[in-house]
């Protein structure tokens, strides 16, 4: 098709850095301990941040930090020591959502790019053309347009600004994450990085005279979570949001395990590739998305309301990771190390960078002083075994949770 396609990948510490550049990812998104709306992320101290800088920039691989929480006159004051910090430090663009964010960016991290957030709501082209006008060489849609808004706003939008929209991960109730109901029920702010996620939470009917008596909500026993909104998962329509002129596709889950950022980051990997080349994608990529942990999938807000999953709140969990591949030798003798405790003999699959899943049954192990191992139990323990193939480094082991 000619044209390029960044995907961008949660990075919400340094270990889930190293699996989204491991696993194919143009670009990641992360955040300093400040001004970013993931709070319980890990996210990165100053010198954690110049390090995920240079480690990502020797891959090739462009780093944009998110400020973009509403912030408060105090928070105002130490912006802009933050932002000279971020240009000093080599980013390349900023995640912004407010306006005087924007002007501050500008004045004092000049070589910064400017990215305005999903928080912005950006839904029409005549915003799209204001915030380029005011600087911005990027907008992240709102997540609730269909397909053809976005190609809408492609059309009539500066040429020069580019169009970022999330494909993948959690979505939530609240249009473009800004949500009071957090903050009003638990006091902690969703629009600072705070969420509570009380969307998630089952609820039930009580009337004023009657306390203690509570009543479904729904004509049967399914109905009570009317606010949980299922996950998002665009990786078979990975063409259509090409034609549709986005310029980036955005893998949601800073929050997420390393587990996560890695497979998903693949799979996403082998869908864009095989889309820019006219290919189409290989099913053994769309079922690694079924392998992490979420919940039931949908098309999001692409091809018209994605209807929300009323039965319960619970994540799909279906596989867990066993091991991760230290370093590994041309005949397959690899040294790991353990997340999870298995045995001998156990159906276990090898998924790695580039490595379509490979199932086999565990063999027998040993320690790193080479004694012979059944189980390695202790976690983070390294330990060795032979692979069925050479692997290369954050290839993970990992088993479907009923064989386990």
């Not at 691989?61 to 928070?75: I, L, Q, S």
């Not at 090898?350 to 490979?358: E, K, N």
Request: proline share 6%.
């Amino acid at each position: 098709m000619g044209k390029k396609l960044e995907l961008l990948a949660p990075a919400g510490d340094m270990e889930r850095l190293r699996m989204s550049l491991a696993y194919g990812a143009d670009a990641v998104y992360l955040a300093g301990l400040d001004f970013g709306m993931r709070s319980f992320a890990g996210n990165f101290t100053p010198e954690e941040l110049r390090q995920a800088v240079a480690l990502c920039h020797s891959h090739g691989v462009a780093v944009h930090v998110t400020c973009n929480t509403m912030p408060r006159n105090d928070e105002v004051a130490r912006l802009p020591q933050w932002l000279e910090f971020l240009q000093d430090a080599g980013a390349d663009a900023a995640i912004v959502a407010d306006v005087g964010v924007l002007a501050l960016l500008k004045r004092h991290a000049p070589r910064v790019k400017a990215h305005i957030s999903t928080q912005a709501s950006v839904s029409n082209y005549q915003a799209a053309a204001a915030w380029y006008d005011l600087g911005a060489s990027r907008v992240i849609l709102a997540r609730e347009l269909s397909l053809d808004e976005v190609a809408g706003i492609r059309a009539k939008a500066p040429r020069g600004l580019e169009l970022e929209g999330f494909v993948h991960g959690a979505m939530c109730v609240s249009y473009s994450g800004r949500c009071l109901l957090s903050n009003y029920m638990t006091g902690r702010d969703a629009n600072r990085g705070a969420c509570a996620q009380p969307c998630r939470y089952k609820y039930a009917l009580v009337e004023e005279q009657r306390p203690g008596e509570y009543f479904p909500i729904g004509e049967d026993a399914g109905g009570a979570y009317i606010m949980n909104s299922r996950d998002m998962c665009m990786i078979d329509h990975i063409p259509e949001l090409l034609e549709a002129g986005l310029d980036s596709l955005k893998i949601e889950g800073r929050a997420k395990s390393a587990y996560y950022a890695a497979v998903v980051t693949g799979a996403y990997r082998h869908a864009v590739d095989a889309a820019l080349a006219g290919e189409p994608l290989d099913p053994v990529w769309r079922d690694e998305v079924e392998k992490v942990s979420h919940r039931p999938y949908s098309t999001g807000f692409w091809f018209g309301q994605p209807g929300q999953y009323t039965a319960d709140s619970r994540y799909v969990r279906d596989w867990q990771v066993l091991a991760v591949v230290e370093s590994c030798a041309a005949d397959g003798t690899a040294l790991l190390s353990l997340r999870n405790k298995f045995s001998a003999g156990d159906p276990v699959e090898l998924v790695g960078p580039g490595l379509a899943p490979i199932p086999f049954s565990a063999p027998e192990m040993a320690d790193a002083e080479g004694t012979p191992l059944t189980q390695p139990r202790t976690p983070r323990m390294t330990f060795r075994m032979r692979l069925p193939r050479q692997a290369p480094p954050l290839s993970i082991l990992r088993a479907c949770r009923e064989n386990s």
